[in-house]
């Protein structure tokens, strides 16, 4: 701090304008630098409080950065994640299309196998009941008479 000199002794009348002029000139460069040391240590202050928030500025934009990051991971993996999902959903289509296909041929292979099994029993049992071979012809010679009949009409 700059201290200046006042002047207290008094002069003669004539000169005591010039004391006075003096003391004020003094006081004015000394309230000037007081001030200039004010708003010096205001812009410090201020400056201090600018790079505090910078720097918390910057670590927030870092973890953001970092939580972006994750993110993007995140979605990278959901995305080979749902492609394999698709992938394995093309497949269970498929195989549940062969597997319908497959039963569809067994159903029919065992109505044909019932159908001859029903044909064998009938078959055996007129084996057994030799009795009964001639009505089942008689039955089926009556059957094909109605039906040649039926065409001649």
Do not use: C
């Not at 002047?7 to 000139?25: E, H, I, K, Q, T």
């Not at 003094?26 to 200039?36: C, D, I, N, W």
């Not at 991971?73 to 498929?94: F, P």
Request: zero cysteines; charged letters at 25%.
């Amino acid at each position: 701090m700059v201290t200046f000199l006042i002047v207290l002794v008094r002069f003669s009348r004539n000169l005591d304008g010039a004391r006075n002029d003096f003391n004020a000139s003094a006081e004015k460069p000394q309230q000037t630098l007081s001030h200039v040391a004010q708003n010096a240590r205001s812009i410090d202050a201020g400056a201090k409080a600018i790079k505090s928030a910078a720097d918390d500025l910057a670590k927030w934009t870092e973890q953001q950065a970092a939580a972006v990051e994750e993110t993007a991971a995140a979605l990278d993996e959901n995305h080979h994640d749902s492609q394999g999902l698709h992938q394995t959903a093309q497949e269970a289509g498929d195989l549940v299309n062969r597997t319908r296909n497959g039963a569809e041929q067994s159903g029919e292979i065992i109505r044909k196998a019932l159908s001859a099994m029903g044909r064998i029993e009938q078959s055996s049992s007129e084996i057994g009941n030799p009795f009964r071979a001639p009505q089942r012809q008689q039955s089926y010679r009556m059957k094909s008479t109605r039906r040649s009949l039926e065409t001649e009409k």
